[in-house]
């Protein structure tokens, strides 16, 4: 795989300053191992202060699960990207199909805040998928083409690495109904096609697209040896530090095989 891959925690709406010290802590001598892949964890705002100043000038990237556009004014409850910035976000969510179906998130608001995040050099992982019955109903690639699509509308001179797209099909999130391997390299390989033209080639080769939903230990290896797969964005099994690492190792793994089995 030329593209690096990219580990991803969702840690959602979960752990306290205390739990997210040592889970950091935890972390960042093992992700430190992993010398071939990205780590980044997405924290609560309460928390990502801290994981930020923990995680400075080490391989592991702190990261929001949301902003808003505007850089400042009268949006209670929100936060800007300038304020991620301040306290160390190197990354953030984009449209997470948690915050579309409950908080109402439509595909243009999606677009604008992934060109805001861009614009200032905070990588967005933006993500995409469909619900159960939208696939039912023949209609996933519709949807899915649909969100890539509107995102793209905001780019001239798109950069490959300033952004990072998530295939999260939303009846494998949280359900433990992950999607078969091939079911995802199909579609993320379809999202690589249509970046291609959206976008052109080099944009489409550089992108990294990531899968989500029930990633797990037991299915991660065989998610990232998937041709167009360069990582995993992951919820409920990023939450303990040791699945998460082992997550890490399995996308090292998946670059440097014949260096693990010699160990
Ligand atoms: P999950 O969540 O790994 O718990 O399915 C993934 C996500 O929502 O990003």
Redesign the pocket.
């Known amino acids: 795989m030329s593209r690096r891959p990219m580990m991803a925690a ?1 840690w ?1 709406m979960n752990k306290t300053v205390r739990e997210a010290q040592e889970y950091t802590a935890a972390l960042l001598p093992r992700a430190a191992d992993a010398k071939e892949v990205d780590v980044a964890v997405l924290v609560p705002f309460t928390c990502l202060h801290e994981v930020a100043r923990m995680a400075e000038d080490t391989v592991v990237t702190a990261g929001a699960q949301n902003f808003y556009y505007e850089d400042s004014g009268a949006y209670t409850g929100e936060v800007s990207v300038p304020m991620l910035l301040d306290v160390g976000a190197g990354a953030v ?1 984009v449209g ?3 915050r579309r179906e409950t908080f109402c998130e439509t595909d243009d608001l999606v677009a604008r805040k992934t060109k805001r995040a861009i614009e200032a050099g905070l990588l967005p992982i933006v ?1 995409v998928g469909e619900t159960k019955e939208e696939r039912d109903a023949g209609d996933m690639w519709d949807k899915v083409s649909g969100q890539v699509r509107r995102v793209m509308e905001e780019f001239e001179d798109a950069d490959g690495e300033s952004i990072v797209f ?1 295939y ?1 099909p939303i009846w ?5 109904d ?1 999607a078969t391997p091939e079911d995802a390299q199909d579609a993320i390989g379809k999202i690589r096609d249509l970046l291609r033209e959206a976008a052109d080639r080099d944009f489409a080769d550089t992108v990294r697209i990531l899968y ?5 230990p037991e299915n991660a290896a065989e998610i990232m040896a998937q041709q167009d797969i360069d990582g ?7 939450l303990e530090v040791a699945s998460f690492v082992e997550l890490v190792e399995a996308a090292q793994n998946a670059v440097t095989p014949s260096e693990q089995t010699e160990d």
């Open positions: 969702n959602k969510i997470h199909s948690e993500c998530a999260e494998a999130i949280g359900t433990g992950t989500g939903g029930s990633v797990k995993a964005l992951v919820g409920g099994a990023s």
